[in-house]
């Protein structure tokens, strides 16, 4: 018998992929993995232990005593513990947004991190969202999107998520170049760099609504993975 599908959702920063990822795992029933989350700890463990970034010997060290938890599930956010500690909100503060890439492009912290999420995916029945999940993490995964927008949509939409959870916002040029920088170093690194693989299918989410963006991946969803594995609330 087929396994439980995975779904792949991999883009730039400020896509959507979050927000879509979550509620349209919550549809179908499925189980969300908000992998940029897992990057944010390890960057937010980094900082709070003064780790210097490039002292590979003790960043090795740091991350052997690293105990990370994350609690897949289909409820509104992913929480994420360190060491017993609660670090869902911190994780998402302007100053981790900005060094999270520079950590993230370290190759012990995607070794370990990758080990990870494919040992939360290993029975299957996940949505996972991130940068390297078609290419890298899950390259078996039975449906693949890379859901992009263009910078400018995409720092309209950073704007207004921090305005809402009440960090001081940049301006929008300013916003819009952050967000080319950030794309840049995730498309640029050595390992697992973000890029479009080829069998993912792109959606361009530029005047779409949230609605609008989840009707397309389940229609994606139907299209492309067998009847018989689809999870009941689609049926
Ligand atoms: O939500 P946002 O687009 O701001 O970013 P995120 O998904 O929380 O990811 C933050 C950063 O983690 C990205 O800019 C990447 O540098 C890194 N990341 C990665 O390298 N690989 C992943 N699978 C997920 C995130
Ligand atoms: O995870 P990622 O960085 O790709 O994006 P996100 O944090 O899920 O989305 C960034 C912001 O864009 C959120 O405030 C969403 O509500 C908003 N958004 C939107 O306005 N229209 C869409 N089609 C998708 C997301």
Same mark, same amino acid.
């Given at each position: 018998?087929?396994?439980?599908?995975?779904?792949?959702?991999?883009?730039?920063?400020?896509?959507?992929?979050?927000?879509?990822?979550?509620?349209?795992?919550?549809?179908?029933?499925?189980? /969300?993995?908000?992998?940029?989350?897992? /990057?944010?700890?390890?960057?937010?463990? @980094? @900082?709070?232990?003064?780790?210097?970034?490039?002292?590979?010997? =003790?960043?090795?060290?740091?991350?052997?005593?690293?105990?990370? &938890?994350?609690?897949?599930?289909?409820?509104? $956010?992913?929480?994420? *513990?360190?060491?017993?500690?609660?670090?869902?909100? $911190?994780?998402?503060?302007?100053?981790?947004? $900005?060094?999270?890439?520079?950590?993230?492009?370290?190759?012990?912290?995607?070794?370990?991190?990758? !080990?990870?999420?494919? +040992?939360?995916?290993?029975?299957?029945?996940?949505?996972?969202? =991130?940068?390297?999940?078609?290419?890298?993490? *899950?390259?078996? +995964?039975?449906?693949?999107?890379?859901?992009?927008?263009?910078?400018?949509?995409?720092?309209? %939409?950073?704007?207004?998520?921090?305005?809402?959870?009440?960090?001081?916002?940049?301006?929008?040029?300013?916003? &819009?170049?952050?967000?080319?920088?950030?794309?840049? @170093?995730?498309?640029?690194?050595?390992?697992?760099?973000?890029?479009?693989?080829?069998?993912?299918? &792109?959606?361009?989410?530029?005047?779409?609504?949230?609605?609008?963006?989840?009707?397309?991946?389940?229609?994606?969803? %139907?299209?492309? !993975?067998?009847?018989?594995?689809?999870?009941?609330? !689609?049926?």
């Amino acid at each position: 018998m087929s396994r439980n599908p995975i779904v792949a959702i991999d883009g730039p920063a400020g896509a959507g992929k979050s927000t879509v990822t979550r509620a349209f795992a919550k549809k179908l029933g499925l189980l /969300y993995l908000d992998t940029g989350a897992m /990057y944010r700890a390890v960057t937010w463990l @980094i @900082i709070k232990k003064g780790i210097d970034l490039k002292d590979d010997e =003790g960043l090795s060290q740091s991350l052997k005593e690293l105990n990370l &938890e994350f609690k897949v599930s289909q409820l509104e $956010e992913q929480n994420v *513990f360190l060491n017993g500690k609660n670090i869902t909100k $911190e994780i998402r503060s302007p100053e981790i947004t $900005e060094k999270v890439p520079l950590v993230a492009s370290k190759s012990i912290v995607r070794k370990i991190l990758t !080990i990870q999420q494919k +040992a939360l995916g290993k029975d299957g029945g996940l949505v996972a969202e =991130g940068r390297d999940i078609g290419t890298t993490v *899950f390259p078996d +995964a039975e449906l693949k999107v890379f859901l992009t927008a263009s910078p400018k949509e995409r720092a309209k %939409r950073r704007s207004i998520d921090l305005k809402n959870k009440g960090f001081t916002v940049p301006n929008l040029l300013d916003l &819009e170049k952050q967000i080319k920088e950030r794309d840049q @170093i995730d498309s640029s690194r050595k390992i697992a760099p973000l890029l479009k693989s080829e069998e993912a299918i &792109e959606l361009v989410t530029d005047g779409m609504s949230i609605e609008e963006v989840i009707d397309s991946l389940v229609k994606m969803f %139907r299209l492309e !993975i067998p009847e018989e594995v689809w999870p009941t609330p !689609i049926l």
